[in-house]
Every structure is written in structure tokens, then in C-alpha cells.
């Protein structure tokens, strides 16, 4: 079973800072999709950003980055010039391509952008 | 702009309660999964379905919860009898098989007294 782990419970940094926030996952799979959703106070879970494994090329959106490693089986997200709109839980999932397709996630970072 | 919609947003109800949870997945979408949320465990998947034909409800209490899909337009998920820990926010999302995404609806908070 594939298995999810998010290290920093909570994160803090200042307005316009980066951030990075990590996760490590376990799979015996060599094809899989891995995620970064967000999660505000209004708990909407809203997708932030996407890597298939099998593209080496780092994910980006806006200010949105990944660092995917593939044999140390990391996937990171760096937020650059942070805002306080980024204020969220962010939870990081696997899924594999095949069969259910569900997602397994992380317990979830805590990121709070102080003013 | 389509959207997975769920309701009741909030439902407060006494031990022993039927609760009915309810989700419109974005239409074209033949997956849905509900998942719960809790501080402690996280999120969890409860049940899956394909096509409106259940596949997984490994992650589900057999004894008390239910999960069907009458139509592709609606979800359903149904305590029975609700009991204290079943309070959580319980999500519904949904997906195209072979996109690799799921969108969620924004979650309907339960609390069992």
C-alpha cells in the first residue's frame, strides 16, 4: 500500500518569503500522479499543483513550484513570494493511473504567512 | 463553472440520528469518492464508485454507513445509526477516469451530540 508523509506539521514564514514544504511518499509503483492540494479556513480543497512521474521536468504554476525527486521519492513544494491568501493546510496525495484512481494524502502541513 | 456540490454544509443531529449526506458530481464525471476528515486520522476514503457501480467501500463502517448512486446526477451517504465519532467533515469529489484529478466539493461538516 502506497503511504503519504508530511513532516512539518506547521510552518510559519513572513509575507514574500519562500517556502518550502515537504513530502516523502512509499510505492513500489513506477507510474503514478502526486499532488499539492490546499486547504483554506473555508475547506474547500482546491488543487494547487500536478507531476506525473514519468516527466522529469519539475511542475510549475506561478509561484507554485515542485521538486520532485523520483528515486528519493520526494515531491516538495516551494511557494515563492509568499501572500497571506496562501494561508492554508496543504496536503500532499499519491495516485496511481490505474485501478480506483483514489487519492491517498498526506497528514498535512499547516502553513500560516504572517503580515 | 462547474463544480461538485454537496449538501448540508453543516448538520448538527443527536446520537442515533439518520444523517443523509448528499453530492451533484460536475457532470461527465463517471468517479466519485467520498472521503472524511478528521484532526486525527486525517483524510480517509471511505467509498468509490465507477460508472455509479460501488467498487471500494473498504474504508467504510459496514454496520452503519451506506453509499449509493442512484443516478449519475446524485451521491448519496447515509449514517445509520449516527454515533458521536462519526463527527467529521465528510467530502465528496469527483474525476474522470485517466486525468489523474479529483475536485471536491467544499465538505459537509457533521457534529453527532
Known amino acids: 500500500a502506497q503511504t503519504v508523509t508530511q513532516s512539518q506539521p506547521e510552518m510559519s514564514v513572513q509575507e514574500a518569503e519562500t517556502v518550502t514544504l515537504s513530502c516523502t511518499y512509499d510505492t513500489s509503483e513506477n507510474n503514478y500522479y502526486l499532488f499539492w492540494y490546499k486547504q483554506p479556513p473555508s475547506r474547500q480543497m482546491i488543487l494547487v499543483i500536478r507531476?506525473?512521474?514519468?516527466?522529469?521536468q519539475n511542475a510549475t504554476e506561478n509561484r507554485f513550484s515542485v521538486n520532485f525527486q523520483k528515486a528519493a521519492k520526494s515531491f516538495s513544494l516551494k511557494i515563492s513570494d509568499s501572500q497571506l491568501g496562501d494561508t492554508a493546510m496543504y496536503f500532499c496525495?499519491?495516485?496511481?493511473?490505474?485501478?480506483?484512481?483514489?487519492?491517498?494524502f498526506g497528514q498535512g502541513t499547516r502553513l500560516t504567512i504572517n503580515p | 463553472d462547474a463544480r461538485v456540490t454537496q449538501t448540508p454544509r453543516h448538520k448538527v443531529t443527536e446520537m442515533g440520528q439518520e444523517v443523509t449526506m448528499r453530492c451533484q458530481p460536475i457532470l461527465g464525471h463517471n468517479t466519485v469518492f467520498w472521503y472524511r476528515q478528521t484532526m486525527m486520522q486525517g483524510l480517509e476514503l471511505l467509498a468509490y464508485f465507477r460508472n455509479r457501480a460501488p467498487l471500494d467501500d473498504s474504508g467504510m463502517p459496514k454496520d452503519r454507513f451506506s453509499a449509493e448512486m442512484p443516478d449519475a446526477t446524485l451521491a448519496t451517504l447515509k449514517i445509520q445509526p449516527s454515533e458521536p465519532r462519526d463527527s467529521a467533515v465528510y467530502f465528496c469529489a469527483s474525476g474522470s477516469r485517466g486525468t489523474g484529478e479529483l475536485f471536491f466539493g467544499e465538505g459537509s461538516r457533521l457534529t453527532v451530540l
Open positions: 507531476q506525473e512521474a514519468y516527466k522529469q
Open positions: 496525495a499519491f495516485m496511481k493511473p490505474q485501478g480506483a484512481q483514489k487519492l491517498v
